[in-house]
């Protein structure tokens, strides 16, 4: 199951340490960004403590979110194309922001995108990416009420069809790594609710999470 194996009791576990991670934070999601303003007020952890490498017993970790990064344009996108691609070197935890919309309900146009096609120059929806980078990723997030149950946004009559990540991807659905959809609700999340979220996976890596994920 390469990073992952099945033990007596049928609980999935690590059986190996990842050295180095990716968070790729998308906020194309139909919000309003609330939650990444959150989580710059969040100290216990900090965004800060992951990317500095001040926490013990965690990959080194790289966090792309377009509120915070100094990238931009196709710079910033780079990592999702690599990491949709299958070309880049590490794992990568997806956390989606914002409830996702029903691109197939209408005839023209979308509802929301994220960068654009190098081929084509068309913009790439979000649905599209959560298409490509889902299959591939460590673990998903859904961070935020919007992202987890579709929010104001998926209230009857809004053209958009929003909903939340679960009802898109399936109540069931697992990672490569066996690990259900992690829902974070809440407008906006509590900061440090989060970021501690965030650090339980990230010590799942490592095994050094409590729990029957890593042991």
């Not at 609330?34 to 965690?58: C, H, K, L, Y």
């Not at 946004?153 to 790594?177: F, Q, R, V």
């Amino acid at each position: 199951m390469g990073d992952t194996a099945v033990g007596r009791t049928g609980a999935v576990r690590n059986t190996t340490t990842i050295k180095a991670i990716d968070i790729l934070w998308m906020t194309a999601g139909l919000g309003c960004d609330r939650n990444t303003i959150a989580m710059t007020g969040a100290t216990q952890p900090s965004i800060e403590d992951f990317v500095t490498g001040a926490m013990p017993w965690i990959p080194k970790v790289k966090f792309y979110n377009p509120f915070l990064a100094c990238e931009n344009g196709d710079e910033f996108v780079k990592p999702f194309r690599d990491a949709a691609e299958g070309k880049s070197d590490r794992p990568f935890i997806l956390v989606v922001e914002g409830s996702i919309p029903n691109e197939n309900n209408k005839t023209e146009g979308y509802w929301a995108s994220f960068g654009t096609d190098p081929l084509t120059g068309q913009p790439i929806t979000t649905c599209e990416w959560i298409d490509r980078l889902a299959p591939k990723a460590w673990a998903i997030i859904a961070a935020g009420t919007c992202a987890t149950y579709g929010g104001i946004h998926a209230i009857e009559g809004n053209p958009t069809g929003c909903m939340g990540l679960p009802d898109y991807l399936g109540w069931k659905w697992k990672s490569k790594a066996q690990i259900p959809i992690v829902c974070v609700p809440s407008c906006p999340v509590q900061p440090d609710n989060m970021m501690e979220t965030i650090l339980y996976l990230l010590y799942m890596t490592s095994r050094r999470a409590p729990g029957s994920f890593s042991r």
